[in-house]
Nanobody
Framework: QVQLQESGPGLVKPSQTLSLTCTVS??????????WNWIRQPPGKGLEWMGV???????YYSPSLQSRTSISRDTTKNQFTLQLESVTPEDTAVYYC???????????WGQGTQVTVSS
């Protein structure tokens, strides 16, 4: 059974960098041809795809977030990480990590983690 678990601070101050980690079990983030995504949902809004890292380590980002977003991985821990720079209250959302067979296609989700940007 594939499981994904997000972890990171629930509260970030404006202008700081948000950093979240997704720990994967039941699958390898490098061995199988899947895409590992970050998605978020602000309060009262729909899902927003942020970016992806492929099993080969290539990264792709949403054009609207590309200048502030970085996704990396630690293959020894089977984890991938999201960093979002210069956050504002508009970055307050539930953040999810997912697995999928392609970009913006998802078959497994983490439970999500609430991140609030506030001073």
């Amino acid at each position: 059974q594939v499981q994904l678990q997000e972890s990171g601070p629930g509260l970030v101050k404006p202008s700081q960098t948000l950093s979240l980690t997704c720990t994967v079990s039941g699958d390898s983030i490098t061995e199988n041809p899947y895409y590992w995504n970050w998605i978020r949902q602000p309060p009262g809004k729909g899902l927003e795809w942020m970016g992806v890292i492929t099993h080969g380590g290539n990264t792709y980002y949403s054009p609207s977030l590309q200048s502030r977003t970085s996704i990396s991985r630690d293959t020894t821990k089977n984890q991938f990480t999201l960093q979002l720079e210069s956050v504002t209250p508009e970055d307050t959302a539930v953040y999810y990590c997912t697995r999928g067979p392609g970009v913006r296609h998802y078959d497994y989700w983490g439970q999500g983690t609430q991140v609030t940007v506030s001073s």
